[in-house]
């Protein structure tokens, strides 16, 4: 299978504990991309990098929220201190970017995300 | 990037056409119309894009009016397996490529029923 992999697909946590997901894009895409989404509503957008620099990040990414791509291939979404709040799934995309070029994502399976 | 207006849910027959509206009224001369679906459980999957032309691919057709202030994709023949959440998205595309993240709105959830 060569599409968006995630890692874990579920987690369950207590709040206050930290939590990381690993995504690992399609291996020739520049563009990495994280989204949240909770029941009901669309994805919401996060950040995303384009190879390993992190070009945009939501007002949604509080400090609690990291993201990094050391090496411009897999990334990797820490969120410490979770809160109830928190529980969404987590969807990793990525994306090939080039000048003048029609970008289109490819969504992983997500990472479901409980806080108890 | 512009909003776009789609109604909250559709029913469709399974075997008939499916046409979902999007409305994008304030959409701008380097803006492009995405279609994503998401299915349950799954990640939203891209359909289709056009700009001003109508675009046609193995999934979907793609019809955008002559002013671009809306468009329907059309699903041929619907399957049960279409049966999904559609969003409609505009995003910027200049020399440079694609501007910013996609903007998912809440879409429109389509039923196919046999």
């Known amino acids: 299978d060569t599409g968006v992999s995630q890692d874990p697909r579920h987690k369950i946590t207590k709040r206050g504990q930290n939590v990381t997901f690993r995504c690992d894009p399609i291996s020739e895409h520049n563009r990495l991309y994280w989204y949240r989404q909770t029941l009901g509503q669309g994805p919401e957008f996060l950040t995303y990098f384009q190879n390993e620099a992190q070009l945009e990040k939501s007002r949604l990414l509080s400090d609690r929220f990291s993201a990094e791509r050391p090496k411009g291939s897999f990334s990797t979404l820490e969120i410490q201190r979770t809160e109830q709040g928190d529980s969404a799934m987590y969807l990793c995309a990525s994306s090939f970017y080039g000048q003048g070029f029609n970008e289109k994502l490819f969504f992983g399976s997500g990472t479901q995300l409980s806080v108890l | 990037d512009a909003k776009t207006t789609q109604p909250p849910s559709m029913d469709c027959a399974e075997g008939r056409a499916a046409n979902l509206p999007c409305n994008h009224s304030t959409i701008s001369g380097n803006e492009y119309v995405y279609w994503y679906r998401q299915i349950h459980s799954q990640g939203p999957q891209y359909i289709i894009h056009?700009?001003?032309n109508n675009e046609t691919n193995e999934m979907a057709s793609l019809i955008i009016t002559e002013d671009r202030k809306s468009s329907t994709l059309i699903l041929p023949h619907a399957t049960l397996r279409d049966t999904a959440v559609y969003y409609c998205?505009?995003?910027?595309?200049?020399?440079?490529?694609?501007?910013?993240?996609?903007?998912f709105g809440k879409g429109t959830k389509l039923s196919v029923k046999p």
């Open positions: 056009g700009l001003k």
């Open positions: 998205i505009v995003r910027r595309i200049n020399y440079g490529g694609s501007q910013g993240n996609l903007i």
